[in-house]
């Protein structure tokens, strides 16, 4: 006698197996998701720490005076007083800079901004940070601007 069709405990089985493969591809896909947000995010990042400090570095430069402050920078230069500092814009953490009447943010997602001055030498950190449901991402940026102002 021959056989027609799958027996119900044959179709049982091959759906389990079926199961547990997507299962496992599913969460191989969702992690390569999520190392290509991060990486897109890192690449963000430091594209505009790179542009913040090379915009920093000019302002620095031309500075007369320097004033390090907690989560912010004074720099008063010939053209006038250039703030930059560390806030809250539309709910974003952001770093913005502050010259007359113009206001502009230079880079988001900035958790912290740490500046230290050291004679004629400006050592400057950014901290970026992005929480998305359970992920947190930091990565920190810093750099050394020498100033070539009169001053202390």
Do not use: N
Not at 63 to 88: F, I, N, S, Y
């Amino acid at each position: 006698m021959r056989r027609r069709g799958f027996t119900l405990v044959e179709l049982l089985i091959v759906m389990t197996i079926t199961g547990i493969l997507a299962t496992a591809v599913l969460h191989l896909l969702a992690d390569t998701r999520e190392a290509a947000r991060s990486t897109a995010r890192h690449q963000r990042w430091s594209g505009e720490a790179q542009a913040a400090f090379a915009l920093l570095g000019r302002d620095a430069r031309a500075a007369m005076t320097v004033a390090p402050a907690d989560q912010a920078l004074r720099l008063d230069g010939p053209a006038g007083p250039v703030q930059w500092r560390r806030e809250a814009v539309e709910g974003v953490p952001a770093l913005v800079r502050e010259a007359g009447q113009r206001r502009q943010v230079v880079a988001t997602d900035v958790e912290g901004l740490r500046v230290v001055q050291a004679g004629r030498r400006l050592t400057v950190e950014l901290v970026f940070l992005a929480e998305d449901g359970a992920h947190r991402a930091t990565t920190t940026h810093a750099t050394t601007i020498a100033l070539y102002g009169e001053g202390p």
